[in-house]
């Protein structure tokens, strides 16, 4: 069976799809009810704070963990019985590790369009599934005549991982979760371009505008131009079709992460990247941007 059959065969799951519509809300229900303490809960799980996604980064340490245990249990089935402790330990950093990777992909998850939704549930459940295969197997080891039912349980959670990690690979190579969408092969514009009368961008109003290849987000806020890469960095919304907020900000209307005019900083999540500003200014009663000079 080929990449695109597995993928075309989750996708197909309709009760993925009804579960997916379910979750979704009440976790993001759950968030919102907190008011700000539940927003900079979610900020913190997004990665908004490190500037990057932070679930990928945690994946890390249950793989990484249940690699080398099941690198020891191998030693362990060929006679070597000192290593016994080591893939002990192994399975226990995984589990704590499996924990952290799954609140905060489980925050990432809320901010997905419903093309990515089933993928990324199928990726979940079977990352639950194996850290109950591990938390079987951490239990069954203190046993010696049920040591090897645990090695084995083992190895069926992390061959189940491993599928998991495969659904997360597509979701980031080929879906573009948790990558920048505001990168681009297009070039920005080193030297100011005309790309609006300035008499049309009332104020407290938003436009998408052309720079060149690149789509600029122009706003008017407070007597003032501000210019902004229009693509969302999360999962490329548009935000001119978004909500001009005050304080200088934008809010994508997507998944409702919400960016700085001023600079391009990201406020609140999903976005973990700051969006790509222009430098504005009006001459000849046009609006005119370029790229900042580094």
């Given at each position: 069976m080929g990449q695109n059959t597995i993928i075309d065969a989750i996708e197909k799951q309709e009760w993925?799809?009804?579960?997916?519509d379910a979750v979704q809300p009440a976790v993001l229900n759950a968030f919102e009810a907190r008011g700000e303490a539940g927003q900079q809960v979610k900020?913190?799980?997004?990665?908004?704070?490190l500037g990057h996604p932070l679930h990928p980064a945690l994946t890390d340490v249950p793989i990484g963990s249940w690699t080398?245990?099941?690198?020891?249990?191998t030693m362990e089935l060929m006679g070597k019985k000192k290593y016994a402790p080591g893939a002990d330990a192994a399975v226990a950093v995984g589990l704590v590790g499996a924990v952290g990777a799954a609140v905060t992909g489980l925050a990432d998850w809320t901010g997905t369009t419903k093309e990515r939704q089933k993928l990324g549930l199928m990726h979940g459940m079977l990352n639950a599934g194996a850290?109950?295969?591990y938390v079987t197997s951490?239990?069954?080891r203190r046993r010696k005549k049920t040591r090897g039912t645990a090695i084995g349980l083992s190895m069926l959670g992390y061959g189940v991982v491993s599928v998991g990690a495969y659904l997360g690979g597509h979701l980031v190579f080929g879906k573009q979760v948790g990558v920048d969408h505001t990168a681009t092969a297009a070039e920005y514009p080193e030297n100011f371009v005309s790309v609006l009368p300035e008499k049309e961008l009332a104020e407290n109003s938003m436009r998408?505008?052309?720079?060149?290849e690149v789509p600029v987000l122009l706003a008017r806020k407070n007597g003032e131009i501000f210019a902004l890469a229009h693509t969302c960095s999360h999962l490329g919304g548009?935000?001119?079709?978004g909500d001009l907020l005050d304080g200088g900000r934008v809010r994508c209307p997507w998944h409702d992460s919400v960016f700085s005019l001023e600079d391009g900083s990201v406020v609140h999540g999903p976005a973990t990247e700051p969006q790509p500003r222009f430098e504005v200014r009006v001459r000849?009663?046009?609006?005119?941007?370029r790229a900042p000079n580094k």
């Open positions: 993925l799809k009804t579960a997916g900020d913190l799980l997004h990665g908004t704070w080398t245990a099941a690198v020891l249990d850290t109950a295969l951490l239990l069954l998408c505008v052309k720079a060149g548009p935000l001119s079709e000849n009663g046009q609006i005119e941007v």
